[in-house]
């Protein structure tokens, strides 16, 4: 948003400064704009406290929505993305910051003696993002092509995914 307004700022030969209130309140630029008090000083409202001044309703974004497979789904690929890139980026510095590198650090954990649940759990929660990211990356290649695209079959494949990536999962950590 910033990158549009500095555009048409450039564009226009606009000083940014004009357009100061437009995130926070200059006494100054909101004088013209603004009702006046009693005493003559600008009044410096929030939208927020402007749409009660005028008694609009609140919008109830999200509060209406049922939570739905398909979006939850979209949700978790979307932070399994991120999870994943956050896995390369710690492996990489690791690989460069840490004496000895990532054989070192898993010497250390496994010197540190956990029980055997604790590293299953570790082992599963390393896991399951890579394994949900790719068997969802395969869901969605699918619509690419054109397959699974009714609402009955966007259900059933998720479902699957769901149920693969634990297993698979599951798997990984029992190695």
Same mark, same amino acid.
């Given at each position: $948003?910033? *990158?549009? %307004?500095?555009?048409? +700022?450039?564009?226009?030969?606009?000083?940014?400064? &004009?357009?100061?209130?437009?995130?926070?309140? @200059?006494?100054?630029?909101?004088?013209?704009?603004?009702?006046?008090?009693?005493?003559? @000083?600008?009044?410096?409202?929030?939208?927020?406290?402007?749409?009660? =001044?005028?008694?609009?309703?609140?919008?109830?974004?999200?509060?209406?929505?049922?939570?739905?497979?398909?979006? &939850?789904?979209?949700?978790?690929?979307?932070?399994?993305?991120?999870?994943?890139?956050?896995?390369?980026?710690?492996?990489?510095?690791?690989?460069?910051? !840490?004496?000895?590198?990532?054989?070192?650090?898993?010497? $250390?954990?496994?010197? *540190?003696?956990?029980?055997?649940? &604790?590293? +299953?759990? $570790?082992?599963?929660?390393?896991?399951?993002?890579? &394994?949900?990211?790719? +068997?969802?990356? +395969? =869901?969605?290649?699918?619509?690419? *092509?054109?397959?699974?695209?009714? !609402?009955?079959?966007?259900?059933?494949?998720? %479902?699957?995914?769901?149920?693969?990536?634990? !297993?698979?999962?599951?798997?990984?950590?029992?190695?």
């Amino acid at each position: $948003m910033a *990158l549009c %307004y500095m555009r048409l +700022f450039s564009r226009r030969c606009i000083d940014p400064s &004009v357009y100061r209130n437009l995130y926070t309140c @200059s006494p100054k630029l909101v004088a013209a704009s603004m009702p006046k008090l009693a005493t003559g @000083s600008a009044i410096c409202e929030t939208h927020d406290e402007k749409n009660l =001044r005028l008694k609009r309703p609140m919008s109830p974004h999200l509060s209406i929505y049922q939570i739905q497979l398909t979006s &939850v789904l979209s949700i978790t690929h979307r932070g399994t993305g991120m999870i994943l890139s956050t896995y390369a980026m710690v492996l990489g510095l690791g690989t460069l910051l !840490i004496p000895g590198g990532i054989p070192c650090l898993i010497e $250390m954990i496994t010197d *540190l003696n956990l029980a055997t649940p &604790v590293l +299953f759990a $570790m082992k599963t929660a390393l896991a399951l993002p890579a &394994v949900y990211h790719t +068997f969802n990356g +395969f =869901r969605h290649l699918a619509w690419d *092509l054109g397959a699974f695209l009714t !609402i009955k079959e966007v259900y059933s494949t998720g %479902y699957v995914v769901l149920i693969l990536s634990s !297993i698979a999962a599951l798997a990984l950590a029992a190695m």
